[in-house]
């Protein structure tokens, strides 16, 4: 974290100077906004969040509760999402207090009697060392209070506006807001409640006045039973599974010898749990199989009591007793796959109309809870957004840009969709089903980059690159997470992670590989600092820092402590802030006990690696790709007038 940039900060440093919209932010909500964001759920805070660091822009997310939310369904945080965090400030933080799972057990029937259950494996969690960063079990709520702090502490002071249920809106695109949206002010408690929606998206559930709200943008963040997915004229289409599992998070005594440890266990009697360890020591939750749901069961599976769910747990952990003492939550659901054909408002026969409404999360797709990849998704759907709508609204991007947030995230539902059904169905098979004895273990120890998160990978496109240059840098595949490498910073000799220091802050990373000997290097910099084509010279404000829109970082190949500082280019040595001080922590060298240059695959040649704003590698190319770099950026971002100077 750097701060003192500006001046002496006595106070906490993750509060930043207030600006912008965030100065005299009004309590009420305003009139007219540039986005309104309705649902203050995992996508829609993450959204809210990123956008809460571009001061200029008016944000306000919107949501039907009297206030946070005390306890959430979502449970579940992939290594990718505690990656987002650290973007974001709070990875450390929510670790100390999150269930870390470093492994999985599997239970079965004993061959010698199948009426008591043995364990069979355990496989670790992440055999593949895909990440530095743990999968953890912490509570939706804890992730949504995060999310709160770093807004409140943005800029713009950003705080959810609750008591506001989404009743319709309209879009008329001649007007400089052209999307209207009502909204009605709740009076009482509603989260009990169940709203249903017509074809226009209002609500049903009489409550409070209404009041009208002027919009450039509009995310619908609202859940499986979005009125703005309804009010954009779009379905979630899919099936159900016709098979039922109760959930419940309970504190209970038993002797079941792994109640600390992640388990998937099958039974003898053909019933299935799911076991998933909470944080803080005691709480645990279990997803119990309660078998196939008839074609005319009308839901009445739903009212299945939380006490038969227990008997039912009790019945597959045979020889095992479980004795609950207290239900922190319960619920039954049917497992059901469904996805939007489309994340915005723009209908197939409208061509490239400029979209300006967007749904996100649940909105937009819903699957079982069992791979817990729910929360992971939508929050990555509103952080794939956040940065694009910040970058439009300030004019740094056309809004040719929004148009890639429905291409992108679409596609990566729909493969999560088609991944949670495989894994959904071998969670119901009875033992005796399996071809192979191993075959639950094998699949998910065989699969575990797809649910940790890290199976994204985004198409060629404006903001992704063709790979005809991969073999510059064969461990920063081109679409996919920039996968954080080791390096020590020249300045102080600190040994640390490269992609660690990429904050949700908006702003693109390019990251310069050197040379052996350094002149493609020097080359190469002395080009992106002056050249009237250069990315940094073109995009960049006269009034800004000059790593205000490009945060340009290189890796050496030397050690730390042979590198002279003040011989490498100003580029890497910005001066930034009121005083122009000057940045010393964009200078790495690779770490000897882990050369980033073996370790991710980069030719000794050097490279240029360009990552998007949420952390996905936007291109590979040469040092002396120059006119390549130039061309990548000239359609997805908008030339200044005057351009910055770095002195």
């Not at 952080?383 to 890639?404: C, D, I, M, Q, Y």
């Amino acid at each position: 974290m750097q701060f003192h940039h500006e001046g002496y900060v006595s106070g906490d440093p993750r509060r930043q100077p207030a600006a912008g919209a965030g100065v005299g932010r009004p309590g009420e909500l305003p009139d007219a906004v540039d986005v309104l964001i309705v649902g203050a759920g995992p996508a829609g805070m993450i959204a809210a969040a990123q956008l809460s660091q571009f001061p200029s822009v008016v944000t306000r997310i919107v949501d039907r509760r009297p206030g946070r939310l005390e306890i959430g369904q979502a449970d579940g945080i992939q290594a990718r999402s505690v990656e987002t965090f650290q973007a974001f400030g709070f990875a450390t933080r929510i670790t100390e207090e999150a269930y870390r799972i470093t492994e999985m057990a599997f239970w079965k029937p004993d061959p010698e009697d199948s009426s008591r259950i043995v364990r069979t494996a355990r496989v670790p969690d992440d055999p593949h060392g895909i990440s530095e960063f743990p999968h953890l079990i912490v509570n939706q709520a804890r992730v949504l209070d995060y999310f709160a702090e770093y807004m409140e502490n943005a800029p713009t002071r950003m705080r959810p506006d609750h008591r506001y249920e989404f009743v319709g809106l309209e879009v008329h695109d001649d007007d400089e807001y052209p999307v209207t949206v009502t909204l009605r002010e709740t009076e009482t408690e509603t989260e009990t409640e169940t709203p249903t929606y017509t074809a226009t998206g209002t609500t049903t559930t009489p409550t409070g006045a209404e009041r009208v709200v002027r919009a450039k943008y509009v995310l619908g963040a609202d859940g499986a039973r979005s009125g703005v997915r309804a009010a954009i004229g779009c379905t979630l289409a899919g099936d159900q599974a016709q098979h039922a599992w109760g959930v419940m998070d309970v504190l209970a005594v038993t002797d079941f010898p792994d109640i600390r440890t992640k388990c998937a266990i099958q039974s003898g009697s053909g019933g299935n749990i799911l076991l998933i360890p909470r944080e803080g020591g005691q709480l645990f939750r279990m997803y119990v199989d309660l078998g196939d749901v008839a074609a005319d069961d009308a839901g009445a599976v739903r009212r299945t009591s939380v006490e038969q769910i227990v008997a039912q747990a009790n019945a597959i952990l045979a020889p095992y007793t479980l004795d609950v003492k207290d239900v922190a939550w319960h619920s039954v659901y049917e497992v059901g796959h469904r996805l939007t054909d489309r994340f915005d408002d723009v209908r197939p026969e409208e061509g490239s109309r400029v979209p300006r409404v967007f749904i996100a999360g649940d909105a937009c797709h819903t699957h079982s809870a069992k791979a817990g990849q729910g929360m992971n998704v939508s929050m990555q759907d509103g952080f794939n957004l956040g940065w694009k709508l910040g970058h439009v609204l300030t004019g740094r991007a056309p809004e040719s840009l929004l148009s890639t947030y429905s291409a992108e995230r679409q596609v990566i539902a729909r493969d999560l969709i088609q991944f949670d059904k495989q894994w959904s169905s071998m969670m119901a098979k009875r033992p005796e089903d399996f071809d192979d004895p191993s075959e639950l273990e094998d699949f998910y120890t065989r699969t575990a980059e797809f649910p940790a998160g890290f199976m994204t990978q985004y198409a060629p496109s404006i903001i992704t690159g063709t790979d005809e240059h991969r073999s510059l840098a064969e461990g920063f595949p081109i679409g996919k997470r920039f996968r954080s490498p080791a390096v020590v910073r020249v300045a102080d000799g600190n040994p640390v992670q490269l992609g660690h220091h990429h904050r949700a802050d908006g702003r693109w990373r390019i990251y310069a590989f050197a040379d052996a000997g350094g002149t493609a290097l020097r080359e190469w910099a002395e080009w992106l600092e002056r050249s009237p084509e250069s990315p940094l010279v073109r995009y960049t404000p006269g009034d800004h820092d000059p790593d205000s829109v490009f945060d340009v970082k290189v890796v050496l190949q030397e050690e730390h402590g042979e590198v002279d500082l003040s011989a490498v280019p100003e580029v890497f040595r910005p001066r930034t802030g009121p005083f122009g001080v000057v940045d010393h922590e964009k200078v790495y060298a690779a770490d000897p006990t882990d050369d980033v240059f073996d370790a991710r695959g980069v030719g000794r040649n050097g490279a240029v690696v360009v990552v998007r704003p949420d952390q996905y590698v936007a291109h590979v190319l040469p040092l002396t790709a120059r006119d390549e770099l130039a061309a990548f950026f000239a359609p997805v971002l908008v030339p200044v007038a005057e351009p910055v100077t770095n002195g």
